[in-house]
């Protein structure tokens, strides 16, 4: 790929913008959520690889336990300045293309994409890269904002040419989402929404409607401002070998069956013969 090819691919996200946006009283609503969430996900998923994919400044692999944990930046502008003194800082400092993945067939165990989809022109590629990375079994975990809510409507009514992040993406829904799985061959396998208050930009306005999360959560559940996927690589025609254990004791049992009153009866029997 050439200089120019990859500085106009890293160029088109916009995930610049969303980022900075992170930093406003909306933005850590949104972040706060996903936070939880991917905490609560990547903890019980396990292996040696994984990968996040965009906004490396947030450690949403922060509670998994895979020997290697990777952020990549997809834009310049996001790349860590300076010099960290973690091994996760030194790993954030990886400038990548998500359309060519520098990572080998098969070799990944987890990928996330926090809101990588929706910031790029071509999100379909994206997603069949990862599905080329994953191993047989591994996750790929999706965050975006979801069109059919408060947050939904608001993008809708905010014009392409002047809106700001987050109104600038591209929402995709989870009905599309989960054909492109079931397209690639991942299965989905569990997600939720969250944030439904409305998309107040005052802090103390998003404070007051705290309350509707619990009743957003119960009487309408798919209206929330954001939403978590994750999915599941399959591959058909492979199957787990696993120790055949209840053959195994039944042939035992089957060996060991002695009855000792019936055994001396017998050896009896045996020794008057031969005295006769």
Not at 89 to 118: Q, Y
Not at 140 to 169: D, E, K, M, Q, Y
Not at 248 to 275: C, D, F, G, S, W
Request: glycine content about 8%.
């Amino acid at each position: 790929m050439t200089g120019n090819r990859f500085d106009e691919v890293v160029a088109d996200s916009g995930f610049g913008a969303f980022n900075a946006w992170l930093d406003t009283p909306q933005g850590q609503y949104v972040l706060n959520w996903e936070q939880a969430r991917y905490d609560h996900l990547v903890a019980d998923i396990f292996g040696f690889n994984a990968v996040q994919l965009g906004l490396p400044q947030h450690d949403f692999l922060r509670t998994n336990r895979m020997p290697f944990r990777l952020r990549c930046a997809t834009e310049q502008a996001l790349l860590p300045a300076g010099v960290g003194g973690s091994e996760a800082d030194a790993g954030a400092r990886l400038l990548i293309d998500p359309h060519f993945l520098p990572f080998a067939n098969a070799s990944i165990d987890l990928v996330i994409l926090p809101h990588l989809l929706e910031f790029h022109a071509s999100p379909h590629p994206i997603l069949r890269e990862v599905e080329r990375v994953l191993v047989p079994e591994g996750s790929v975990i999706v965050t975006g904002f979801n069109p059919f809510s408060l947050w939904g409507l608001r993008h809708r009514c905010t014009a392409a040419a002047t809106a700001r992040a987050p109104w600038h993406g591209r929402y995709l829904s989870v009905l599309r989402l989960r054909d492109w799985f079931t397209l690639l061959g991942l299965e989905s396998h569990q997600g939720g929404f969250g944030c439904y208050a409305p998309p107040f930009s005052q802090q103390n306005r998003l404070e007051r409607w705290r309350f509707i999360e619990l009743a957003g959560n119960r009487w309408w559940p798919y209206g929330g401002a954001l939403y978590i996927m994750q999915a599941i690589k399959r591959v058909h025609g492979m199957r787990l070998i696993q120790p055949k254990w209840h053959e195994r004791m039944a042939r035992a049992k089957a060996v060991a069956t002695v009855k000792p009153a019936r055994t001396r009866a017998r050896m009896k029997n045996m020794t008057n013969k031969e005295e006769a």
